[in-house]
């Protein structure tokens, strides 16, 4: 059985998440017996993809996964001849869109992961708002067909799969749950960064809206000015992802381009993660905390609440004082929970229970 996947996420961002999820995608068919495991992919004529999958002759920028024209070259030209010239059984789109704009050849099956639907949803980051409007035309024009060019739609979460089918009802009845891939963790590195104090709270991405950060940054720094011993705030981003006002707070660390080891060791120091999102499709980092057993504090309202364990604290992600409330409590009782609960949970959502899971979705769409 020859099964193709969408291996463009994995060139235009290696270390993002959904990247991660091809990974672990490829890894759970390629352990399939009698599957052989095609890339696709559209790259620069030098890039290193080009000897590890399929490519459109033509070179293409390696983030041009999101730009129209580079979509359109490769999803409505290239895509649906080199299915039909590898002859594939199956063919999974991996970036909540990307199913070629004509039906599938005889004998082939479209599947497609589709982590959120935000994109449709929520205003995102771009740079201008005719951009922006461009962008959600685009994008409900391809996951509009998409879905419903696909014979199966698989979602990490239930909330995602309900937003799924509240757009696209008449889709409901291929949506079923794929939870995401969070492999065992990296050897924690030895040495953490020396910006580092003994004592600290994590927090992981800020680019987005809907990651709600500013507004979480915020309300620590009110509740670090009533109580001056509430831990640092250890920040995985960038300093522009946050307003000038918020980036320099005594207490805030700036975190970036971590390897996989410095970063299992910053969740492993860490006293709790803190996810304030409002959106969620599945929240990677709450899983990595808890698989070093590092306690978790989420934001009610979206995946999140299904993935954080019943022992975490929560709060509602526009309760002001509410979440001071709770940082205030949090610090006075320090470290709490079970380290070892903690890591039980995470392992729901190993290697071994997601290739569980993709066998069960492959032999139901192909039976």
């Given at each position: 059985?020859?099964?193709?996947?969408?291996?463009?996420?994995?060139?235009?961002?290696?270390?993002?998440?959904?990247a991660r999820?091809?990974?672990?995608?490829?890894?759970?068919l390629?352990?399939?017996?009698?599957?052989?495991?095609?890339r696709?992919?559209?790259?620069p004529?030098d890039h290193?993809?080009r000897?590890?999958?399929?490519?459109?002759?033509?070179?293409?920028p390696?983030?041009?996964?999101h730009?129209?024209?580079?979509?359109w070259?490769?999803?409505?030209?290239?895509l649906?001849?080199?299915i039909r010239?590898?002859?594939?059984?199956?063919?999974i789109?991996?970036?909540n869109?990307?199913l070629?704009?004509w039906?599938?050849?005889?004998?082939?099956?479209?599947?497609?992961?589709?982590h959120?639907?935000?994109?449709l949803?929520?205003?995102?980051?771009h740079?201008?708002?005719?951009?922006?409007l461009?962008?959600?035309?685009?994008?409900?024009?391809?996951?509009?067909?998409?879905?419903?060019?696909?014979?199966?739609?698989?979602?990490?979460?239930?909330?995602?799969?309900?937003a799924?089918?509240?757009?696209?009802?008449?889709q409901?009845?291929?949506l079923?749950?794929?939870?995401n891939?969070?492999p065992q963790?990296a050897?924690?590195?030895?040495?953490?960064?020396a910006?580092?104090?003994?004592?600290?709270?994590l927090?992981?991405?800020a680019?987005?809206?809907?990651?709600?950060?500013?507004?979480?940054?915020?309300?620590?720094?009110?509740?670090?000015?009533?109580?001056p011993?509430?831990?640092?705030?250890?920040l995985?981003?960038?300093?522009?992802?946050?307003?000038?006002?918020?980036?320099?707070?005594?207490?805030l660390?700036?975190?970036?381009?971590?390897?996989d080891?410095?970063?299992?060791a910053?969740y492993?120091?860490?006293?709790?993660?803190?996810q304030p999102?409002?959106?969620?499709?599945?929240?990677?980092?709450?899983?990595?905390?808890l698989?070093?057993?590092?306690?978790v504090?989420?934001?009610?309202?979206?995946?999140l609440?299904?993935v954080?364990?019943?022992?975490?604290a929560r709060?509602?992600?526009?309760?002001?004082?509410?979440?001071?409330?709770?940082?205030h409590?949090?610090a006075?009782?320090?470290?709490?929970g079970?380290?070892?609960?903690?890591?039980?949970w995470?392992?729901?959502?190993?290697?071994?229970?997601?290739?569980r899971r993709?066998?069960?979705?492959?032999?139901?769409?192909l039976?």
């Open positions: 059985m020859r099964i193709g996947i969408d291996y463009r996420p994995v060139t235009a961002a290696p270390r993002s998440g959904i999820q091809v990974l672990a995608l490829e890894a759970a390629a352990a399939r017996s009698n599957v052989e495991v095609l696709f992919t559209a790259c004529a290193p993809h000897r590890l999958a399929e490519c459109p002759a033509r070179p293409s390696a983030d041009g996964l730009r129209p024209r580079e979509r070259h490769f999803e409505c030209r290239f649906p001849r080199a010239a590898r002859r594939l059984d199956l063919y789109a991996t970036a869109t990307g070629p704009l039906r599938a050849p005889g004998g082939v099956r479209y599947a497609m992961l589709l959120d639907v935000f994109q949803t929520l205003d995102n980051y740079v201008s708002l005719l951009r922006a461009a962008y959600r035309v685009i994008d409900w024009a391809g996951t509009a067909r998409s879905l419903q060019r696909a014979d199966a739609i698989w979602t990490p979460s239930q909330f995602t799969a309900d799924a089918a509240r757009l696209f009802p008449r409901r009845a291929k079923a749950l794929l939870p891939a969070v963790p050897a924690p590195a030895a040495v953490l960064p910006s580092l104090p003994a004592r600290y709270w927090a992981v991405g680019r987005e809206p809907r990651k709600n950060m500013p507004w979480f940054v915020e309300q620590w720094r009110k509740a670090r000015q009533r109580q011993d509430l831990p640092a705030l250890a995985v981003a960038r300093p522009e992802d946050l307003p000038a006002e918020l980036r320099r707070l005594e207490g660390i700036w975190l970036s381009d971590l390897d080891g410095m970063l299992s910053v492993a120091a860490a006293e709790r993660l803190w999102s409002y959106a969620e499709g599945f929240g990677l980092p709450v899983i990595e905390a698989a070093q057993g590092t306690p504090a989420v934001a009610t309202g979206s995946a609440d299904e954080a364990p019943p022992q975490a709060f509602a992600p526009n309760d002001a004082s509410g979440l001071q409330a709770l940082m409590r949090l006075a009782a320090g470290p709490d079970d380290a070892d609960a903690n890591r039980a995470a392992r729901r959502y190993d290697m071994d229970a997601y290739r993709v066998d069960q979705l492959l032999d139901r769409l039976a």
